[in-house]
Every structure is written in structure tokens, then in C-alpha cells.
């Protein structure tokens, strides 16, 4: 399986739970964001864009305990910034582990090799490596050179070390579909457990903003990227946002589904729009006006968005939610599909690229600032 059987099991039970208690509303996965600091400075990103005195800010362990405990999810994702750069990460990862969270510890993965001895083994935590394709597509987008190769050597050392090693893959416009197959290739020839593939969303702060995908394009590039798969490609995604993003499957967004946590505070809506935050984990739940977001709502800055922190969530409901979405799920576990598409190879075997445009590169003055802010944090 994609994830430990204890991990969907702890997953399913969890969500049961919340069906048998009549909520109609509840997180998934905690998305805890112990900083923005990172050492890259990607095009599609906005996250170092925040001045100097927000990048230098970090939660305390005390302070992520007290949101996972807020609010109750049995997955926590700690994206950033690079949350290896936050020198308490290993007393944060050990304390979420102690709480018998499933942990996806998100990473570019530049200081993985150097900071494995600081953890320890656990079937309770994942490091999320994120790589943006092939190399010289993955170096071009994080604007680093030799960026995947460093990455890779960190994620075969995990790998080697007894780690969980799982994948993020984010796909912009233009992104090459037979390249992006064979990246699949490489990543699980190196060992990875499983691999998350989603389309780049619209991130305000982001200094590219003219990549994001849109539905019916994000719909075109997956169905001709995960259409007749290979039987050693293992993901790590609910199999119905996969056809989600193919096509296959409609799915409203489920914005509560992975409420995010930060130095701000909890995140009204998500991550990806700046929309004001609360206080509590509660307050985020009352007092939020839910129907303004998402496709369904008209709210335009849903409109196109596809992203997995919205979607997935809705998938795994749709799963406990009727006998009908019971069944087609446990018919995708127990009897996979490689989803063989004749249409979708020839539309593989023809892709051209449409523009030649690139992803817009970061001055050097901003990577360097983001390099001046590791060092003052003492890493």
C-alpha cells in the first residue's frame, strides 16, 4: 500500500468517528507552519516574499503541541518556509510522534543528509521531499542549480537510514507530461514510499503569477500524466482526487479540511489566501463565512483552484458519506486501476509545448537576503 495500513485505519476510524458524532464540518490534516524561513527562493512561491522581521519569526514546540492538540487531526503536514532551518524541529517532530501523529515533515531536502541523525525512524513520520520534476526542471523552478541533485542524494539517504520518504510534485504551465512520467520513474527506482502529485495553485504573493494552471488545462495535462500508468507508481493521494484532477470525478472544495496554523495564528480559509486569521482553533470553525469559498460560492479567487489542501479532503468525505462513495472507493483500493486511455496516450505521444515562456527567476538580492536570514537563525 501507498501508506501504512495502521495509518488508513487510524485515518478511517477518525473520520467515522466524526460522521457517527453528526459533524458536518472537520480538519483532515493540520497544515502547522513553523515558519516562513527558507534557503531557496522559488518562482512560484510567496512565502519569502514576507519582510525581514516575519521571516525571522518561528513557533515554539509548545506553541504546535498546543494546536495539534486544538485541533485534533490524526495527519499534521509541516510545510514553511523549510521547516529544517527551525532549529527545535526534532523536539517538534518527536513531540507530534509521542502524540501518535502521522507527520509529513515537508522539505527541499537541502539539508536532509546533513540533519537525518537528529530523528529517528518511525512509522509515525514522513519526510515530504518536494521535487518539481527532472532535474533541470526542478532546478529552473526552485531557481537553484544542482538543487535536485542534492535533494535526491537527501531522499536516497533517508531511504537508506529506514526513513518514510514520501513526494510533493507541483506542476505548473507547460509542464512536460512525458517528463513528469519519467520523473515518476526516478523517484520510486530511488525508494520513495509514494509520491503527491497537484497543479500549481495561485498564490498571491508568488513573483511568477502567469503558470498557475487552469481547470480545464490542469484536467488535459493529468489525464494524459496519470491516464495508463505503470504498476510501480505508488501515490499517496486518495485514489478519487486523483481522477479528480484527470477529470474523472467532481468535487467541491472542502476549505476546512486542512486548516492551517502559523505564526499568525489559524488561517481564514486557506493557506492561500490572506483573508485574516483567528485566534482558536474554535473561532476558526464558528466564525468563518465557509460559503464564500470554493468554486461553488462564485468567489473568484476559487474559481480555478484545484488544489490538493482543498480537494482531497473532499474525496476522503465523499468516501464515508453514502454507501455509493463506500463502494467506489474500496473498488479503487482493492481492485487498482492503471486507467488505460488510448486517447490520452496519443494526446501523450503528440504533446508539443505551447509556449516557450519561462518561470519567472528571483533577483539574486532575494535569495540573498533568504541566505542572510538562515545565518541569523543560527543554522
Not at 518562482?43 to 525581514?52: T, W
Not at 495539534?68 to 523549510?82: H, K, R
Not at 526516478?186 to 502529485?197: D, H, N, R, W, Y
Not at 503528440?350 to 509556449?355: A, D, G, N, T
Request: glycine share 6%.
Amino acid at each position: 500500500m501507498a501508506v501504512p495500513i495502521s495509518q488508513a485505519w487510524t485515518v478511517a476510524t477518525y473520520v467515522l468517528k466524526q460522521k457517527l458524532k453528526g459533524r458536518k464540518r472537520y480538519p483532515l490534516v493540520l497544515m502547522l507552519e513553523p515558519l516562513f524561513r527558507c534557503n531557496l527562493a522559488c518562482a512560484g512561491c510567496g512565502k519569502i516574499q514576507y519582510p525581514a522581521h516575519i521571516l525571522k519569526a518561528e513557533l515554539t514546540p509548545e506553541e504546535c503541541f498546543r494546536a495539534v492538540e486544538e485541533c485534533g487531526a490524526p495527519m499534521v503536514s509541516i510545510p514553511g518556509g523549510e521547516p529544517l532551518l527551525h532549529p527545535q524541529m526534532p523536539e517538534i517532530v518527536a513531540g507530534l510522534v509521542e502524540r501518535k501523529k502521522y507527520v509529513y515533515m515537508c522539505t527541499n531536502a537541502l539539508l536532509l543528509k546533513e540533519k537525518l541523525h537528529l530523528f529517528k525512524p518511525s512509522k509515525y513520520l514522513s519526510f515530504s521531499v518536494h521535487v518539481d520534476g527532472q532535474r533541470e526542471h526542478h532546478d529552473f523552478s526552485v531557481c537553484r542549480e544542482g538543487g535536485y541533485d542534492i535533494a535526491m542524494e537527501g531522499v536516497r539517504a533517508a531511504v537508506a537510514a529506514g526513513f518514510r520518504v514520501t513526494t510533493n510534485t507541483t506542476l505548473f504551465d507547460g509542464a512536460d507530461p512525458n517528463s513528469v512520467r519519467t520523473h515518476f520513474d526516478e523517484l520510486m527506482a530511488a525508494g520513495v514510499e509514494s509520491m503527491m502529485v497537484s497543479p500549481g495553485y495561485t498564490y498571491d504573493k508568488a513573483p511568477d503569477q502567469n503558470h498557475f494552471l487552469g481547470k480545464a488545462r490542469s484536467r488535459k495535462l493529468f489525464r494524459m500524466i496519470l491516464s495508463n500508468r505503470k504498476k510501480s507508481w505508488e501515490f499517496n493521494t486518495h485514489p478519487l482526487f486523483s481522477e479528480f484532477l484527470m477529470g474523472k470525478q467532481h468535487f467541491e472544495c472542502t476549505p476546512w479540511g486542512m486548516p492551517t496554523f502559523s505564526i499568525f495564528g489559524w488561517q481564514k480559509p486557506c493557506y492561500l489566501l490572506q483573508d485574516g486569521y483567528a485566534d482558536t482553533f474554535a473561532e476558526l470553525m464558528e466564525a468563518t463565512e465557509w460559503a464564500n469559498y470554493g468554486a461553488k460560492s462564485g468567489n473568484p479567487q476559487c474559481a480555478n483552484c484545484m488544489v490538493h489542501s482543498g480537494h482531497e479532503a473532499s474525496a476522503v468525505d465523499y468516501n464515508f458519506s453514502s454507501l455509493k462513495g463506500f463502494l467506489v472507493t474500496a473498488r479503487r483500493y482493492m481492485f487498482p486501476t492503471l486507467y488505460p486511455d488510448p486517447d490520452a496516450q496519443k494526446l501523450l505521444n503528440e504533446w508539443k509545448p505551447e509556449h516557450t515562456s519561462p518561470l519567472v527567476q528571483i533577483q539574486p538580492s532575494v535569495a540573498a537576503a533568504s541566505d542572510s536570514l538562515q545565518t541569523v537563525s543560527g543554522d
